[in-house]
């Protein structure tokens, strides 16, 4: 596979650190179970998983029944959502490059007959070509290397099939204010803390990288891919610290997540967006 030897090419020259900031994440158990508690709950990270939920539940009301790929699956919080909403509809693989992770989606899909779960990057998927009915990447392509995961998912979805992408919004003033000032400050005062006594505060390096709308429509093209809606979601004028408070007696957002979404003015304000494209059928 072309895509394949391309990502490892790219982490070998220069992407080796993030790849590694990336893997430390979600070494354990317990790292992904914390991270499947982030859901619930009230906080910003609750709110932006919510709304997230909402859209790709919005995105496969049009999806062909049969066989979805759930790329960079996590505990299995959407695995466990589609075999719950969409009982028969589909038959549900899950992949995550994290054993932890694949390890507690099992756990949460055990006793479930439509479900297989794989250790797998999105970079070198060992599926077959034009296998899948249905691809979400949800929250997974800021991890890696985009390019060659867009590929790799063109690779497996069935000409016609539908592709379903979540991506961080780079240009949304939570993520500037979050990246640029908000972080920085908690490291800083994480390293003065450290030479007075045990440091309070801390933020690893994520190894993050979003992309902007435009560009991702671009790229998705240039796999195949024909780009047919985008909506961005977790609208907030909000940012970080000031959303964590507010956010603790503010929470319509839970029973209306739809209002947490937009296409029109607001969009600007959403701190992520989805976007679905259709496999070219000539591919």
């Given at each position: 596979?072309?895509s394949?030897k391309t990502?490892?090419a790219n982490?070998?020259s220069?992407?080796a650190?993030?790849?590694a900031?990336?893997?430390?994440?979600y070494?354990?158990?317990?790292?992904?179970?914390r991270y499947?508690?982030?859901?619930?709950?009230w906080r910003p990270?609750?709110?932006?998983?919510?709304?997230?939920l909402?859209?790709?539940?919005?995105?496969l009301?049009a999806?062909?029944?049969?066989?979805?790929?759930?790329?960079g699956?996590?505990?299995?919080?959407?695995v466990?959502r589609?075999?719950?909403?969409h009982p028969?509809?589909?038959?549900?693989?899950?992949?995550?490059?994290?054993?932890?992770?694949?390890?507690?989606?099992?756990?949460l899909?055990?006793?479930s007959?439509?479900?297989?779960?794989?250790?797998?990057?999105?970079?070198?998927?060992?599926f077959?070509d034009?296998h899948f009915?249905?691809v979400?990447?949800m929250?997974?392509l800021?991890y890696?290397?985009a390019?060659?995961?867009?590929?790799?998912?063109?690779?497996v979805?069935r000409p016609?099939?539908?592709?379903?992408v979540?991506m961080?919004?780079?240009?949304s003033?939570?993520?500037?204010?979050?990246?640029f000032?908000y972080?920085?400050?908690?490291?800083?005062l994480?390293?003065?803390?450290?030479?007075?006594g045990?440091?309070r505060?801390?933020?690893d390096v994520s190894?993050?990288?979003?992309?902007?709308?435009a560009r991702?429509?671009?790229m998705?093209?240039?796999t195949?891919?024909?780009?047919?809606d985008?909506v961005?979601y977790?609208?907030?004028p909000?940012?970080p610290?000031?959303d964590r408070?507010i956010?603790?007696w503010?929470r319509k957002?839970?029973d209306?997540p739809?209002k947490?979404?937009?296409r029109g003015?607001?969009?600007?304000?959403?701190?992520a967006y989805l976007v679905?494209a259709?496999?070219?059928?000539?591919?």
């Amino acid at each position: 596979m072309a895509s394949s030897k391309t990502a490892r090419a790219n982490r070998g020259s220069g992407g080796a650190a993030r790849d590694a900031a990336v893997a430390a994440q979600y070494l354990t158990l317990d790292d992904a179970t914390r991270y499947a508690a982030s859901y619930e709950g009230w906080r910003p990270a609750a709110r932006y998983f919510c709304s997230r939920l909402h859209v790709v539940d919005e995105a496969l009301r049009a999806a062909p029944h049969g066989r979805l790929l759930d790329v960079g699956c996590g505990p299995g919080m959407l695995v466990r959502r589609v075999l719950d909403i969409h009982p028969g509809e589909f038959q549900v693989t899950g992949c995550d490059r994290s054993p932890a992770m694949i390890e507690a989606a099992t756990a949460l899909t055990k006793g479930s007959d439509d479900v297989e779960l794989r250790v797998a990057r999105v970079e070198e998927m060992p599926f077959p070509d034009k296998h899948f009915d249905v691809v979400v990447a949800m929250g997974v392509l800021e991890y890696t290397d985009a390019d060659s995961g867009l590929r790799e998912i063109a690779r497996v979805v069935r000409p016609g099939g539908l592709v379903v992408v979540t991506m961080l919004n780079p240009l949304s003033p939570y993520r500037l204010v979050e990246w640029f000032v908000y972080w920085p400050l908690v490291r800083v005062l994480g390293r003065v803390e450290g030479l007075f006594g045990e440091p309070r505060h801390a933020a690893d390096v994520s190894g993050i990288r979003a992309i902007r709308l435009a560009r991702l429509r671009r790229m998705m093209r240039d796999t195949g891919l024909r780009p047919e809606d985008a909506v961005h979601y977790d609208v907030t004028p909000l940012v970080p610290p000031l959303d964590r408070p507010i956010r603790r007696w503010s929470r319509k957002w839970r029973d209306h997540p739809e209002k947490t979404v937009s296409r029109g003015a607001r969009r600007w304000l959403g701190t992520a967006y989805l976007v679905t494209a259709r496999r070219e059928e000539h591919a």
